[in-house]
């Protein structure tokens, strides 16, 4: 798979959980933060959050053949992956495990992936 093969997956992944964020928060949420994510306050920023992927996911797919400016926004979209994976970590006593193994790995791979496709997906974007 090439990098912004790779880095449209991502994006399109980005948007999928930030749409399941918006639409059933707790539930999704949930994944992450157990019966924490239970009381109804939780949906507000569960929401918050959502509206984040979705935005990130749809900048990232919009500048994908903009080489000026896409790996600007890759490295940007990593960045936001690795405060997730610094944040689950922190609090990784008061999470679940599950969800710990759960966002750290979805948020070190596509921190790694971005990082990686923002070096060589945009060199030539007609190669794809």
């Given at each position: ?37 239970a009381?109804p ?11 984040r ?20 926004w ?20 008061s ?9 750290g790995?979805?948020?070190?791979s ?9 070096r ?9």
């Amino acid at each position: 798979m090439r990098g912004r093969s790779v880095a449209r997956a991502l994006a399109v992944g980005r948007i999928a959980i930030g749409a399941g964020l918006l639409a059933a928060p707790r539930l999704t949420a949930g994944m992450w933060l157990g019966r924490a994510a239970a009381p109804p306050a939780v949906a507000p920023l569960a929401r918050a959050l959502g509206v984040r992927e979705v935005v990130l996911g749809a900048m990232v797919l919009h500048v994908l053949d903009r080489p000026e400016v896409a790996a600007r926004w890759l490295r940007a979209v990593s960045v936001c992956d690795v405060v997730d994976l610094a944040a689950t970590v922190a609090a990784r006593r008061s999470l679940p495990a599950p969800g710990v193994v759960l966002v750290g790995a979805l948020a070190s791979s596509a921190a790694a992936a971005q990082t990686w496709a923002a070096r060589v997906a945009v060199r030539s974007p007609s190669s794809e």
